[in-house]
Each structure stands twice: as structure tokens, then as C-alpha cells.
């Protein structure tokens, strides 16, 4: 029986609903979004980030080991050398040490050995930063069982490595302490300030002296290696290596045998001794008390006490004497006299009648020994450093004349001298000053006053060699300096235009102050004639007690000078004649005794 068919009402359900309409466009776009995001993610991580990934995993495979450059030697003017390098053991880590998984116990075994916490060893790391170039110092100077405590522990102390690197060294410690200063470790302001020199953390810098002064000179340029390393930091083989270039040795005009003596001359007192070639400002001693040991400084950790002392202490002794300011008491009346002489107010045959005391402008003006010396010329008068006749010349010259001939000599600027940041340019006190600080005009007082080396006139004693060089080389201001191969300063002197005749006055006056006026300790036989001037400033101590400096200033020969010597006494309470000359004259006899020998007499013991 045929089966019955009925027609379907409607239209028969479709089933297939995937591709209809929208659908299929949509995901065609959705993937070439997707694909599109795909490959510019590809497209920066190659062409545009991929200089700075490979640079990444370059650094991660090879690593620059820098090597410090020597610092030059200094030398003096025989070849004695003042200042080299020693070589000690430094440890060091990687950069990222202290984020590897190995590094607790890395950190706190290394801070065991060393004697530092583990917070400090981690500041310096973070300090130099993950992309630093090369190692971090972590301590220097190590002590042998520092280094053999990390040789036994070598297997627990994953990116530690010991270098030996060049570390400053001064032989004679102490006594050259002023001239060559001393080397240390940047700090973080200097490290900003340097950086773009080339200067790294941990670098060393001169702070003072020779060091500071002649830095570019001596510094070197860094060098080091290529090295490619495996996975554990290991090195496997050097790519490249640039040798590190020593810095250039120099050679100074100081004498190490006058230095010495100088020391042992001014012996536990404060001051500073200056000896000086007068025809050409060659430095031949500089010696400045309180002193200190520079070696001090090129300690990793020196003792906190030793620092102190240094850093804190009372005297001050990181100051050099020789180039502060202070008042120049009679040695100024070489001045007063060339004022004086070449305004035309006076003759070098003048003669005035000196006395106990002399009132100006209202005031009373005393002699030194009360009493005065009669009637005196100028030669007799310098002899006599009498008060009361340069009062007299000052008075009569004036204000404007006196400042005028000791700006000629130098006074109230640097002199050039190598250590510009350290020097003291002094004072020299004129009508501006006197009206805007005290609100008065300049008056004969303050000319009698600056005619003796007082009131508000300040000079260091470095200025005050340079103003008897004056009369020792017949005329002329010289340069004082420290490097020999200093072509330009050893030629370089500047006439002050005096008339001969002011030479020849000023060099006859200084000659009879030692062989028969106030600084008669040193005509003696052990030396050729000496040329001098003693001097003896009114000063007070921080505590309010009067404690005088003593200063002495001459040259020898007197009729051909070959060496100029100041000797300062900072706070003696003595004068100069008894303080300060004898100080002088053991440096001249160690000069010319090891000059000439046989010549002159020996000094007694």
C-alpha cells in the first residue's frame, strides 16, 4: 500500500547557521587585527628596540673589566721621588650581584669578611647602577686575612673578585704634606661635576696641592678588557683590550734636603717656612704646621681619629700657612721705605729724629722700645725697624701713594702661584673700603698705621717672599712656582720701575738689620753676609689672649742672592728676631753648607 505523502505547511528549518550574514567578515578582520598587532609588536622588538636588546644581551655576554690608569710620579729637583704608587688587593663584585638568587648568602658571607654590613655593600651596587660599565670597588687595601679568608670562601662567593689596582703612596708621609696634598675618592657632588671627564665612581681625584693642581698631568686614562663570559659570569676568553695609559710623571722646583731641614727648623710650632730662589720665584721648601699624613686619605677605611684630627682638628692642618693671610708687621717697611723714597718727599739722605711716641690725628702713636733711637737715616732705620720714623713717612707720603707701591709689590692679589684655589689673595685697605664699611674717610691714622705693617692689611707669607725678592734681585716681582719644567714662570718677572737708587737704600738697610739691628741671630760664621727683615704682629688667640706672630724674612748672599728664606711663627708670643730668625737660619746653613762645602763654618750641635 503506497505510503501517504501530505504536504509540508511552510518552509523547511535550516540547521546550518555558522558563515551567515556578518559573521565571516567580522572574524576576517578580527584576525587581521590580530595578525596586524602580531607582526608591528615584531616589527619594534626587531627594528626598533633591537640596537638596545642586543646591546642588553651583549652586556649580558661580555663584560668590560676597566683597569685604572697609574697616577704620574712626582719627583723633586734631584730626582728624589715625593710621591709613586703601591699596589694593594681590592675587592669587587658584579653590578647586579645583589639581585641574583645566590646572593644571601654571597652578601652576608662577604660582609663577615670584610667588616662591612651588607647594607652598605648593597648602597654601592644600587649606587653604580645595573647597566654600569664595569666592576664596583667594594673595599680596598685589604689586609692579608681578608684575602685569605676570600680565597677560602671562594666557592660561596658567586661575582666576587680580587684585583690588585694602583693606589696613591707618599713615601716621606708628613713633612711634603702641603706641597703634594693628597688623593681621595670622589664624592658625589665632585662625581657629578667630573663625569663628563670620564671620571667613574670610586675614581680618585688630587684635593689639594701638586695633586689638585696638576690633576689633568698626572691622572693617566683608564684602560681595561673585553672579556665574553658563560652564564655564570665565568670568563672564556678576552675580545679586546685597550692598555691603560699612566699619567706624566713631574719634577718640582722643591729641594728634598732644604724641605727637611725646614721641617725640623720650625719643629712643634705653628707656621709655614718659605725658601725661594729670588732671581726666579723657584720654590725650592714649603713647609706648613699643624701638618698631617696624606697616606691617611688613600685608606679604604682610615680609623675615624686619624680623620678627626685631620678633618676636625682645632689647629686647622689641612691649612697652608704659607698661603693664608695675615698682618706683615715690619717686614712691610720695604715698602713704606720705596714709597716714601720714590714719591719724592724724601732722599736717600734723609735723616729724622725718631722719639718714644708720636700723636697723629688725634692719637698717640708709641715706639716699639719707647724710648727712640735719635736722629736715623732710612738704611739705619730699616735697621732699627724704629716705628716712629716710617709713622713719619707715612704720614707724609699719604694714603694714596702707600697703597699705590704695595699694590706694586704684589700685595692684594694672587701671586700665580700653582695653588689658586688655596691662596689667599690678602688685604690691602684703601679710601672705598674705609667709607663703605666704617662710613669715615681715610685718614692720616690709618696711613700711619699701614706703614708699619698694621691695621687692616693682611698679606700671606708667600706674598711677603715675593716682596723681598724685590730687593734681593734689584727691582723686579717673580713669580713664585712649583714645576720645574715650567719654562714661562721660571722667565717670568716683572719690573716694580723703582729708581736704583731705592734698591740700593733698601738692600744696604736690610744688610745692617742683621749685622748690627734686630736681626742679629743670623751674622754669623756659618753662613755668607745675610739680608733681612725681622718683623713682630700685635695678635690675639681665639681666647682673647694677646699671642704675637713672629716673622723673619732675608737672603744671602746680600751682594748676590741665591736663596730667600721667610720663616712665620703663628701665635709664638716671641718676636721675630728671637723666634723667627733662628728658624730661618738653619735653613740657610742646611742650603749652603751642602752647596759649598767646607766653606763656611759648621754650626755647633
Known amino acids: 500500500m503506497p505510503s501517504l505523502q501530505f504536504p509540508l505547511l511552510g518552509n523547511p528549518k535550516e540547521k546550518r547557521t555558522v558563515g551567515r550574514g556578518l559573521q565571516s567578515v567580522f572574524l576576517i578582520l578580527l584576525t587581521l587585527f590580530l595578525t596586524s598587532g602580531i607582526l608591528a609588536r615584531l616589527v619594534y622588538l626587531q627594528i626598533i628596540q633591537g640596537p638596545t636588546h642586543r646591546q642588553q644581551a651583549e652586556s649580558n655576554r661580555i663584560r668590560l673589566l676597566l683597569k685604572q690608569p697609574e697616577r704620574g710620579n712626582v719627583f723633586d729637583c734631584n730626582g728624589k721621588l715625593l710621591a709613586t704608587t703601591r699596589y694593594p688587593h681590592s675587592v669587587y663584585l658584579w653590578p647586579m650581584a645583589h639581585q641574583k638568587q645566590s646572593w644571601p648568602q654571597t652578601g652576608i658571607r662577604l660582609s663577615q669578611i670584610l667588616g662591612i654590613s ?7 651596587l644600587k649606587e653604580a647602577g645595573p647597566n654600569s660599565s664595569g666592576l664596583v670597588r667594594i673595599k680596598r687595601d685589604l689586609e692579608l686575612d681578608e684575602i685569605t679568608a676570600l680565597k677560602e670562601y671562594e666557592n660561596e662567593l658567586d661575582e666576587v673578585e680580587v684585583h690588585t689596582e694602583a693606589v696613591r703612596y707618599y713615601p716621606h708621609g708628613k713633612e711634603f704634606a702641603h706641597v703634594l696634598g693628597y688623593t681621595r675618592e670622589l664624592t658625589a657632588e665632585q662625581l657629578k661635576d667630573k663625569k663628563d671627564k670620564g671620571y667613574r665612581l670610586g675614581d680618585v681625584i688630587g684635593q689639594m696641592g701638586i695633586e689638585k693642581a696638576f690633576e689633568n698631568v698626572l691622572r693617566g686614562e683608564w684602560g681595561g678588557q673585553q672579556v665574553e663570559v658563560d652564564s655564570n659570569g665565568r670568563p672564556l676568553r678576552i675580545l679586546g683590550e685597550k ?4 699619567g706624566d710623571d713631574i719634577r718640582l722646583t722643591i729641594d728634598w734636603n732644604l724641605q727637611m731641614a725646614a721641617e725640623k727648623a720650625l719643629a712643634q710650632r705653628n707656621g709655614t717656612v718659605i725658601a725661594m730662589n729670588p732671581q726666579n720665584g723657584a720654590i725650592l721648601a714649603m713647609v706648613s704646621h699643624p ?7 688613600s685608606k679604604q677605611r682610615a680609623s675615624q681619629k686619624e680623620l678627626q684630627q685631620i678633618l676636625l682638628g682645632a689647629d686647622h692642618p ?3 700657612r704659607a698661603l693664608q693671610a695675615y698682618p706683615p708687621a715690619s717686614t712691610f717697611k720695604i715698602v713704606t721705605t720705596t714709597a716714601g723714597l720714590e714719591s719724592g718727599k724724601f732722599s736717600p739722605q734723609t735723616v729724622l729724629q725718631t722719639y718714644g711716641s708720636l700723636s697723629f690725628g688725634g692719637y698717640r702713636f708709641n715706639e716699639w722700645n719707647h724710648a727712640g733711637f735719635g736722629a736715623l737715616g732710612f738704611a739705619r732705620a730699616i735697621a732699627m725697624s724704629s716705628d716712629t720714623f716710617f709713622y713719619q713717612v707715612g704720614a707724609r707720603v699719604g694714603g694714596s701713594t702707600l697703597i699705590n707701591w704695595t699694590r706694586k709689590y704684589g700685595f692684594g692679589k694672587k701671586t ?3 695653588f689658586a684655589s688655596e691662596e689667599s689673595k690678602g688685604f690691602v685697605p684703601d679710601e ?9 674717610p681715610w685718614t692720616v691714622g690709618d696711613s700711619v698705621n699701614m706703614s708699619i705693617g698694621q691695621g687692616a692689611l693682611l698679606a700671606t707669607p708667600l706674598q711677603v717672599a715675593v716682596m723681598f725678592a724685590v730687593p734681593a734681585n734689584g727691582g723686579y716681582r717673580v713669580q713664585p712656582h712649583l714645576l720645574k719644567d715650567n719654562e714661562q714662570a721660571k722667565s717670568w718677572r716683572e719690573p716694580i720701575n723703582m729708581k736704583p737708587s731705592t734698591a740700593k737704600v733698601l738692600r744696604e738697610g736690610l744688610r745692617k738689620v742683621v749685622s748690627e739691628g734686630t736681626g742679629k741671630a743670623l751674622n754669623v760664621p756659618t753662613l755668607p753676609p745675610v739680608a ?3 718683623g713682630t704682629a700685635e695678635a690675639w688667640r681665639r681666647n682673647g689672649i694677646k699671642a704675637n706672630h713672629a716673622w723673619f724674612g732675608g737672603y744671602a748672599p746680600a751682594d748676590n742672592p741665591e736663596i730667600l728664606v721667610v720663616a712665620f711663627a703663628e701665635h709664638s708670643g716671641g718676636g721675630g728676631g728671637s723666634v723667627a730668625g733662628p728658624i730661618a737660619l738653619k ?4 742650603y749652603f753648607h751642602k752647596k759649598y762645602p767646607g766653606k763656611y763654618e759648621k754650626p755647633e750641635p
Open 318 to 320: 689641612l691649612l697652608n
Open 118 to 124: 651588607l647594607e652598605e655593600i648593597e648602597n654601592k
Open 291 to 297: 701638618t698631617f699624613d696624606p697616606n691617611v686619605f
Open 587 to 590: 735653613v740657610m746653613e742646611e
Open 432 to 440: 672705598a673700603w674705609k667709607r663703605k664699611v666704617w662710613k669715615m
Open 532 to 534: 733681612g727683615k725681622t
Open 243 to 246: 692598555q691603560a695609559k699612566p
Open 416 to 418: 700665580g702661584f700653582e
